[in-house]
């Protein structure tokens, strides 16, 4: 079965930190692009972070800039998304996603997975 799957989450006060894991299993992320994704109650789902599959490459949602970094270690399979001073703002279900274009001549088709998602709660 191909799925991947979030840990890390939980209760911190502001300014704690938290490491978020994201897992695959029945596929290899080496050539997948990786996205953090979240969603708090009454909002849009939000790009947090994601690291290229082909170069590496980072990206980060201008909220959480400079206090959270992705990473990705092919060896174990998992990407994770350590999050520093951390806001109440910041309380959100996150999520992780997969995606790569597979190619086969001139036609291509979308993989892309979705974790279940991990809740941080961050609050005093």
């Known amino acids: 079965q191909l799925q991947l799957v979030e840990s890390g989450g939980g209760l911190v006060q502001p300014g704690g930190s938290l490491r978020l894991s994201c897992a695959a299993s029945?596929?290899?992320?080496?050539?997948?692009?990786i996205g953090w994704f979240r969603q708090a109650p009454g909002k849009e789902h939000e790009g947090v972070s994601r690291?290229?599959?082909?170069?590496?490459?980072?990206h980060y949602a201008d909220s959480v800039k400079g206090r959270f970094t992705i990473s990705r270690d092919n060896a174990k399979n998992t990407v994770y998304l350590q999050m520093n001073s951390l806001k109440p703002e910041d309380t959100a279900v996150y999520y992780c996603?997969?995606?790569?274009?597979?190619?086969?001549?001139?036609?291509?088709?979308?993989?892309?997975?979705w974790g279940q998602g991990t809740q941080v709660t961050v609050s005093s």
């Open positions: 690291i290229s599959g082909s170069d590496g490459r980072t």
């Open positions: 996603n997969a995606l790569r274009a597979n190619c086969s001549g001139y036609v291509c088709k979308s993989d892309d997975y």
């Open positions: 029945g596929f290899t992320l080496d050539y997948y692009t």
